[in-house]
């Protein structure tokens, strides 16, 4: 009776070892896939030159892996996970300031400020209340 305890525990302790790899693998190329189309979106609207979207794309990718880890590691902590992921977004947008010029990072932000109202939006219409202004 207790060896068999024993081998269900290990069973499963190895299922859920399994179960996190398979999520890590399954958020590397979701991770990767919205940082190329956030950097093909910016290339379009803030019409970046080639040495701007080699740069962006570096920058968006080590922004969405980071997101995505720290979603990963921080899933049951949402307070945490919150502080973590606008603190990578403030690294995002200090780099972006960096790579962009004036006018491109004015329009960066426009567009950052539009995406963050429409979410707002959507957000009041699947819950039911009004969005925050």
Request: aromatic share 4%.
């Amino acid at each position: 009776m207790k060896n068999r305890k024993i081998f269900i525990g290990c069973v499963l302790g190895i299922m859920m070892f399994s179960y996190n790899i398979s999520a890590q693998e399954r958020n590397a190329p979701v991770a990767e896939e919205q940082s190329n189309k956030m950097t093909e979106k910016m290339v379009q609207t803030l019409e970046l030159d080639e040495a701007q979207e080699q740069k962006v794309s570096i920058i968006n990718g080590n922004m969405t892996a980071g997101i995505a880890k720290v979603k990963e590691q921080n899933s049951e902590d949402r307070e945490k996970a919150r502080a973590e992921v606008s603190a990578i977004w403030d690294d995002h947008d200090r780099q972006m300031k960096e790579v962009l010029s004036a006018e491109q990072y004015r329009k960066y932000q426009e567009l950052k400020a539009e995406r963050r109202q429409n979410m707002r939006k959507k957000r009041g219409k699947i819950l039911g209340t009004p969005p925050q202004d």
